[in-house]
């Protein structure tokens, strides 16, 4: 549990005891709000990465050390400076 939750919970409990309509409803806006964020903050960056490549601009892309020139090498290079491929005997 991050300190959020635990912080919500914590709010909850020193409020006064709400009638059990009112607690459920605000419980569930609150649900609501957390996953809406955390679809924004998935979904948001790509999109706006989407406009600003359809725009021409660049879209700077992170490292996730899969993409050749590494320093991790390729299939064909796993050294990055012996050639690749089969020896010759």
Do not use: C
């Not at 635990?6 to 419980?27: A, F, N, W, Y």
């Not at 999109?47 to 991790?72: C, D, L, Q, T, Y």
């Amino acid at each position: 549990m991050n300190n959020f939750q635990r912080l919500e919970e914590e709010e909850m409990d020193s409020l006064p005891q709400l009638p059990l309509g009112i607690g459920h409803h605000v419980h569930n806006s609150l649900d609501n709000m957390r996953t809406m964020g955390s679809m924004l903050d998935l979904y948001l960056t790509k999109i706006v990465s989407v406009f600003v490549m359809m725009a021409g601009g660049k879209s700077e892309r992170p490292n996730n050390g899969f993409s050749p020139g590494g320093s991790h090498g390729t299939p064909t290079d796993p050294q990055g400076d012996v050639p690749g491929g089969p020896t010759k005997r």
